[in-house]
């Protein structure tokens, strides 16, 4: 089973960037789908970002034109660039790895979560 490692989150103003990593402790990139998903305070998980274990990435339109998911297939890694942040970009941020549904026995990981304040 993958294990993921998230760092880079932090405190950081309005129009700021901050780029989150998810280290996988083995190769994932064409076997799993790979997402980013945020949790603000006492509201639901949602999906920030994604890159399907057949290349494609997609963005959320709430982040569309601001957030840009990519893959460093050396490092086994997932970045989460985010530019122009928001204060409604607040949130724990979450790696998730999801197995293709054929496989038995493969589970959905989940990282650590990494806060990101964004605020003045």
């Known amino acids: 089973q993958v294990q993921l490692v998230e760092s880079g989150g932090g405190l950081v103003q309005p129009g700021g960037s901050l780029r989150l990593s998810c280290a996988a402790s083995?190769?994932?990139?064409?076997?799993?789908?790979m997402n980013w998903y945020r949790q603000p305070l006492g509201k639901q998980r949602e999906v920030a970002a994604q890159?399907?274990?057949?290349?494609?990435?997609i963005v959320a339109d709430s982040v569309k034109g601001r957030f840009t998911i990519s893959a460093d297939t050396d490092e086994n890694t997932v970045i989460l660039q985010m530019d122009n942040l928001k204060p409604e970009d607040t949130a724990v941020y979450y790696c998730?790895?999801?197995?293709?549904?054929?496989?038995?026995?493969?589970?959905?990981?989940w990282g650590q979560g990494t806060l990101v304040t964004v605020s003045a």
């Open positions: 998730n790895a999801v197995p293709p549904p054929w496989i038995h026995g493969m589970q959905e990981v």
């Open positions: 083995r190769t994932v990139f064409g076997i799993y789908d």
């Open positions: 890159i399907t274990r057949g290349g494609d990435a």
